[in-house]
Structure formats: C-alpha cells, structure tokens
Nanobody, 132 residues
C-alpha cells in the first residue's frame, strides 16, 4: 500500500529556517515525481515546489531563492529546506506523489484544481507556523 508521511514543521520566527521531510513507500520512488503543496487557512492550495524523477525542480515565485527541494532515492525521502521564512509561509504543508507503479489505488487529496490531478497520493500534512 502506498504511504506518504510528512515530518518536521513546527513553529519558527520570521527570518529563520525550517525543514520538512516526506517519507514514501509502496511505489517506485526513484521513478516518481514528488511535490510539496501548502494551504494557509482560508486559502486555496499552492504548489510550492516539485522535484521530478530526473532531478529537475520547480519553485513557486513566492519561495524561489529561499526554499530548496531535494530527494534521497535510497531513503525514499523528499525534503524541503525553508530559509528566511516569512509569515506568508505559514501553512499546512503537504507532500504529494505522482507515483510510478503504485501498489494501491489513487486517493483524492486535500487540494483541488487542475495542477493537483497529476498527484494521486498525499500525506496528511505538517503544520508550519511563523511568528513575526
């Protein structure tokens, strides 16, 4: 069965750094595109960053130059290093997988919208709180 589990997160002051991580199983991780989404209270989901199986990355303009996504295919993990965080970065952060050869059916995640459809497997989210 596919499993996607976030860890890390927590509370941090503006300007500081924080890292979130995602551990996945039940599919061919090294051949799968992975993503971090976030949702602030009362807002739509926002695609924060992606890292494809070939290592190529994407960052939202709002985090470009401050956040870094990485993956460890030996450990089936994807991480998001967040530097110089601002109150606007406070949100529930979700890890999502466009799983290759999944061992269980797709499940709908917490987000809606066209860009979401690519990702059939989602974690429960980890909270990031930023104080100013």
């Amino acid at each position: 069965e596919v499993s996607v589990v976030e860890s890390g997160g927590g509370s941090v002051q503006a300007g500081q750094s924080l890292s979130v991580a995602c551990t996945a199983s039940g599919f061919r991780f090294g051949d799968s595109d992975m993503a971090w989404w976030r949702q602030a209270p009362g807002s739509e989901c926002e695609l924060v960053s992606t890292i494809n199986a070939d290592g190529s990355t994407y960052y939202a303009d709002s985090v470009k130059g401050r956040f870094t996504i990485s993956r460890d295919n030996d450990k089936n993990t994807v991480s998001l290093q967040m530097n110089r965080v601002t109150p606007e970065d406070a949100a529930l952060y979700y890890c999502a997988a466009d799983a290759t050869r999944p061992t269980s059916p797709r499940k709908s995640g917490p987000c809606r919208g066209g860009g979401v459809l690519k990702f059939g497997y989602w974690g429960q989210g980890t909270q990031v709180t930023v104080s100013s």
